[in-house]
């Protein structure tokens, strides 16, 4: 693992990050970065025209050997008939594409930039939709991002300013269309009145009303495992599963969604990102060597109230190219290979309701489900404030007593975002646990990189865990002084 990042190297992530990218120049040998662009409608289109001010962006879009624009249509719009017109006179790109029905959010073209800044081109990119549904929006918001997920650009329930324009979650124009983002608040108020006696004597009669329930919550702890199911060699991958007749959600949420690379796909950047308000998982891996199929490639917790089956999950493949960077036509197979559940379990509550006198006292009961017997949490973290932009660590457990969840890349490690693009890797065998991370942008201290279960035989302490420093440098390659502290608690 000791070579992972470097051989990988930080320019690669301008290319890889979140999502299947571009390849290189083979002719100039000057890299060149692919970037998608997505509409976030309300209503299906007849025609969408995308307008590009590529001279106010100062972007040059590169062209191949015969001087046509590398630009391509969206793969599942192609499947469905549509047609693609270009033109370009050296200021602005104008993309129109009709022929067919396209979905109010769906990804619609990608090219291949030799000069671009993202966030100037996203401000000068605009999109007209020719449509006649009620409702429909027919300038709707464009998403200019490496993701060929049309909703990458801004993340509209978590709080953070994803695409670093300065506006958060539905303050983005990207959410405008959001279903979050567009709901009404309805406010109650009540009158409480008293009246007093003058009688001497008073008798209260208080009753006091009790509602037991019991519910099912999503207790069925269930692995799905993803697998590339034909003969392709692939370099890079993203699929979308969308999971609204399954019986429950994943485990995590947003970009800590609890999901991994499996060994078949070797040494690959993984990302996922779990969009919950509309049941999308969207996986993307990409690697220096490719993988071929058939092979299992990752696998996500999912948590479900009953035994989940293939049918409740629907893969869409979103892109491939194979380990030179050219795209898959057709798209090559995504399926659900097996799915493991382990429970259940079952919940009661008990509720009370507020007594029927004047004065009232009320009475809250927390109840706390019992830890599981030998469940721990172990925690790394970065204790001091030093900015890296690699850093990969080897975690000793020999004298810990028990062992990681899961083994090799399928290890159960929490994925923090801040922390950057993490790789991990349980060796049973010798007793250790590889963790990694790469920050383009640089991530800085103190901060929580992060937690992995460990299934324990008696109580352990962080004393159990030795850390050695594999790897630590600073976005331009400089070596820099890491400290890393360690906490073990048990799992609730």
């Known amino acids: 693992m000791n070579t992972w990042f470097r051989k990988l190297g930080l320019s690669v992530l301008a290319v890889t990050l979140a999502g299947v990218l571009g390849g290189c120049d083979e002719n100039g040998g000057n890299a060149l970065l692919r970037l998608f662009f997505g509409i976030n409608g309300s209503g299906n289109c007849d025609r969408v025209i995308v307008t590009v001010d590529l001279a106010a962006a100062n972007a040059v879009i590169s062209r191949d050997n015969e001087g046509a624009l590398e630009c391509v249509l969206n793969a599942q719009l192609a499947a469905a008939g549509c047609d693609l017109n270009l033109s370009e006179d050296g200021n602005t790109l104008t993309a129109t594409i009709d022929a067919c029905t396209i979905p109010a959010v769906t990804g619609l073209i990608s090219c291949l930039f030799e000069t671009v800044d993202i966030s100037a081109l996203q401000g000068e990119t605009t999109a007209q939709c020719d449509c006649h549904a009620p409702g429909c929006d027919t300038h709707p918001p464009v998403c200019v991002s490496p993701d060929p997920d049309p909703t990458a650009c801004e993340d509209c329930n978590n709080g953070v300013d994803d695409d670093g324009n300065g506006l958060v979650d539905c303050e983005d124009p990207n959410c405008r269309n959001a279903p979050n983002c567009n709901t009404t608040t309805t ?13 001497t004597t008073t008798s209260t009669i208080t009753t006091t009303t009790s509602t037991t329930s019991t519910t099912t919550p999503p207790n069925l702890d269930c692995v799905l495992v993803f697998r590339l199911n034909d003969d392709s060699s692939v370099g890079a991958l993203q699929w979308d599963t969308a999971y609204d007749s399954a019986p429950g959600g994943f485990a995590g949420n947003a970009g800590d969604v609890d999901c991994a690379a499996l060994p078949g796909a070797g040494d690959v950047i993984f990302s996922a990102n779990d969009k919950e308000t509309q049941k999308v998982l ?3 891996m990409t690697g220096v060597e490719g993988f071929t ?5 990752a696998q996500c917790r999912f948590m479900a109230t009953v035994p989940p089956v293939a049918g409740d999950y629907d893969i869409t493949v979103v892109d491939a190219s194979d380990p030179e960077g050219t795209p898959i036509f057709p798209l090559p197979p995504v399926i659900l290979h097996s799915i493991t559940c382990q429970g259940p379990t079952t919940t009661t509550s008990t509720t009370l309701e507020p007594p029927t006198t004047t004065t009232t006292e009320q009475q809250v009961t927390t109840t706390t489900e019992p830890t599981q017997a030998g469940k721990y949490t172990v925690t790394f973290s970065q204790t001091n404030a030093t ?3 690699a850093l990969q660590l080897t975690i000793g457990y020999g004298n810990a007593p028990g062992e990681f969840t899961g083994t090799g890349a399928t290890v159960v490690c929490t994925k923090i975002s801040a922390a950057g693009t993490p790789a991990y890797n349980d060796n049973e065998v010798a007793d250790t646990l590889g963790l990694g991370w790469i920050s383009l942008d640089g991530s800085t201290g103190p901060q929580t990189l992060t937690v992995c279960d460990f299934d324990a035989t008696s109580t352990p302490v962080p004393g159990d865990f030795s850390v050695t420093i594999e790897d630590a ?3 331009d390659f400089n070596p820099i002084t890491v400290t890393i502290g360690v906490a073990v608690a048990p799992k609730l």
């Open 187 to 199: 406010t109650s108020s009540s009158t409480t009145s008293t009246t007093q006696s003058s009688t």
């Open 282 to 284: 969207t996986i993307g």
């Open 293 to 297: 199929g058939p092979v299992d490639i």
């Open 387 to 389: 900015t890296y932009g």
């Open 473 to 475: 440098v600073d976005p």
